[in-house]
């Protein structure tokens, strides 16, 4: 009897398989790609293996060509490492709001110390409740955290305008100033530009 379960085959697992199909260094890749600075195409190289993170489309169709993978494999390969990076976040999330501020604040040593007053976690045991009472223990919540917190700084106070709850690691409710909740976001929890990357070059090759 076969075994039905196939290994996920992600875009690192691909461009590793395929280096070592064709017997290349990973410095004879680099050289096949174009490139002249190794030390530097190499780095980026791991970065887009592991994250999907890339310094332009450029240099992912040169990876692809030097490796010879077609669209199809390349768009299964994507989906795998999109869904174990949704994995991964589901793990590691804990849920939190976090009180929405009109304007920016220049980054600096300040400023991450004031971002961790805004974004506070909310106990799993609020998951575990019937909805309505969820929302009621999280807007608590929410108010409390601004009676501790900005009371005594109404130059952020006059600038908050709700807040987000991070319910699960794909999805946010974001609340006004009534404490309504205007909208539910489902999101996809990868940093920005893999999507991208996904849609723009499946696109192109297959």
Request: with cysteine.
């Amino acid at each position: 009897m076969k075994n039905s379960t196939r290994k996920t085959i992600t875009i690192q697992n691909l461009l590793n398989h395929k280096i070592r199909e064709q017997g290349l260094s990973r410095s004879a890749l680099i050289h096949r790609m174009g490139y002249t600075n190794i030390t530097k195409a190499l780095r980026r190289f791991d970065q887009f293996a592991k994250t999907l993170e890339f310094p332009s489309e450029d240099f992912v169709i040169r990876l692809l060509s030097a490796l010879n993978i077609n669209g199809v494999e390349f768009h299964k390969a994507v989906l795998a490492t999109l869904r174990r990076f949704d994995e991964d976040a589901k793990k590691e999330f804990t849920p939190f709001i976090e009180i929405q501020l009109e304007g920016s604040i220049t980054p600096s040593f300040a400023w991450a110390a004031i971002h961790s007053l805004w974004v506070y976690p909310v106990p799993v045991k609020h998951l575990q409740e019937p909805f309505e009472t969820e929302i009621k223990g999280v807007v608590n919540i929410y108010q409390n955290r601004m009676k501790e917190v900005f009371q005594d700084k109404e130059s952020l106070m006059n600038r908050v305008y709700g807040f987000h709850y991070h319910r699960t690691h794909n999805t946010i409710l974001k609340f006004n100033l009534d404490l309504v909740c205007e909208e539910i976001n489902h999101v996809q929890p990868v940093p920005r530009g893999k999507l991208p990357l996904a849609n723009r070059l499946m696109g192109h090759l297959c």
